[in-house]
C-alpha cells in the first residue's frame, strides 16, 4: 500500500469531514473516509500515547486514561463514572476497554418484536454480519474454532484463543457441573504476532493482564494502534488536545465548521475547522452533551433520552488454590446458554463471564460493595491471590427517565456539566437476580468459599438513538441526523437497545457501515 504523506489541515481549508473523537466509534469512520481519499481530521480532546513509553503494569499511574471532567450521576442507582465507563486519549475507551468481542445475536435486534418490550433496531444482523466478518479480521480477534452460539459463521476467528487464567478454568468447572456449555472467549487481543497491511506488524499478548491499564505492547486492539494508524497512512490529520464546543452552520442549518479549543480548559485557544459534513463520536455522554448545548438534530426531542448502561453483576469467590486474578486476558471464558434462559421471567437475556481483576479495582469495589474498611479490608485481601469473578452481560431495556441532560452547574471550561440519570428497571432486576442464581450454583459446584455479589450497570449506551421515524429518533440506520443532513453519529449513543453482549464490535460495525453509506451518497452525488 503506498503511503499518503502526512497531512495537516489550515482551519480555513475546507475538509471532507471531521470525526470527533477517536475512540470505537470514531477511529474506523476516520480510517474509512481517509482510504477512501477523503480529506478527513479528527479532534481528539485526549492526548496521545506512546504505549510502550506511557502505560505501566501500574494501575494508579494509568488513571491518567479516564475521563475525568466532572460528571453528574444521580438516579435511583447513579452509574459510577471516571475509572468506569469512558477513557481519555486518542483511542477512547478503548484505551482501556478489555478487548472482549463477541458478536451480537440476530435476535438482539429484535426485543421488541420478539418481547414486545424495548425497541426495535432499523437494521439486522445481516446489514452489519460482513462488517464483523472484516473487524475480526483486521483486529486480529482470538477465539475457539467453532463458536457454539449465534447464526453460523462465515469464516473461523483468525487466531486461536488466549490461554484461560485461572477464573476461567474455575468457571468452566463449575458450568460443566450444570451443563452449561462454555467457551474460550473472543478477545480483540493477539495469541501470536499478527500483519495487516497498514498496520503493520503487532506483538502477541504476553499475558501480563493489564489490560484496563493500557497494553503496553500493542497486542490489544485498541484504535491507538490499529485504525488509527491505518487512518494516518492515507492521510488522515489527527488532532489530539482538541475540546469541541460547537459548530458554525449555514444558512440552510447544514454544518459548515466545528468549533474547538486547542491546548486544554487553561489558556487553551478557541479555533475553527471547515468541513463539508461532521461526524459525532464523543461517546454516548459527550454526544448528546454537545447536541444539547447547541439545540442541534432534536427535532424528535430524543437527544438525551433513553439512556441504558448493561446489567453487569459480578459474583467474587475464594478458592483454595492459586488463581492469580491479576494474571492473563480478563475475560477470557464465555457462555451464552443464558442468552435467552426457557425459565426467564424478564425480556432479553445475558451472557456470563469469567474475569480476572486487579488489586486496586478489587480493594475498592469491597469498599464499595461490602463495605470493608481498614483491618477487615487489609485482611480479605490477603486472600486476593485466591479470587475468581464471574460477570453477566444483560439485557437493559431503554426508559424515557433515564438520560443524560445539561445540569445548572458549570464545569471548569465554563460549560454545563452532564447529568446522568439511571435506575434499573424491574426487567433488570428480575434479570439480574435470575443471573445470581445460576452463578452462586456455579461458583458453589466449583467449590468457591465467601461468595459475595457486587451490583453495577456497565458500559454508556443510547442517547442519541436510530430509527426509521425522526419523529422518534435522532439518526437513521445510516447514523445520519434526520435534521441535519451532513452531521452523522457513529458511537454507543445510537443505540437503540442495549443488545445482551459487549458494544465494542457493534459500534465499530456500525461505524464502518455508517461510513460506507456516506461514501456511497457521496459517489451519488447527493450531499
Ligand atoms: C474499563 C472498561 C472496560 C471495557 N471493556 C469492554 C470490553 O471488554 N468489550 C467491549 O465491547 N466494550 C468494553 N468497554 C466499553 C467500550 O470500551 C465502549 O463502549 C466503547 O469504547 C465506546 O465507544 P464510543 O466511540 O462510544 O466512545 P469512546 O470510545 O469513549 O470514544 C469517545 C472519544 O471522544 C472523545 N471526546 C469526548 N468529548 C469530546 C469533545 N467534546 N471533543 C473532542 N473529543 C471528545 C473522548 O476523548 C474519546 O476519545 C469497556 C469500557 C471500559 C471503560
Ligand atoms: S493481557 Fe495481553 S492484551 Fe491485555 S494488556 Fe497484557 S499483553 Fe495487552
Redesign the pocket.
Known sequence: MADAPPRRYADGEVVDAVV???????APVLARLAAAGLHVVA????RRWDPARDFATDEREQAKLF?TDERLSAGGDPVPLG????????????L??????PRAQADDFRLRAEFGVGEDWPLGYDDLEPYYDELEAFLGVSGPPDYPWGPPRRAAYPLAPLPANGAARLMARGCDAFGIRTAPAPNAALSAPYFRDGVGWRAACTNRGFC?AGCSVGAKASTDVTFVPLAERHGAEVRPG????GFERDGAGRVTGVV?VAGGPDGGVERRQRCRAVFL????V?TPR?LLLHGLANSSGQVGRHFMAHTGLQLWARFAEDVRPYKGIP?ALISEDTHRPPDADFAGGYLLQSIGVMPVTYASQLARGRGLWGDALREHMRGYNHTAGINILGECLPHAGNCVELSAELDARGLPKPRVTFTNGENERRLTAHAERVMRAVWDAAGARDVWAFARN???IGTCRMGRDGAAAVVDADGRSFDVPNLYI????TFPSALAV????T?MALALRTADRFLERARRGEG
Open positions: 470527533v473523537g477517536t475512540g470505537a466509534g470514531g479532534l481528539e480532546a485526549g475521563w475509572n468506569n465507563n469512558s477513557g481519555n486519549g486518542v483511542g477512547g475507551s478503548t482501556h476497554f478489555t478487548a472482549y468481542t484496563q482538541c475540546f469541541v464546543t474547538y463520536a464523543a461517546g454516548a459527550e454537545l475475560g456497565a458500559h454508556l457513529s458511537d454507543n449513543s459487549n458494544p465494542a464490535l459500534i
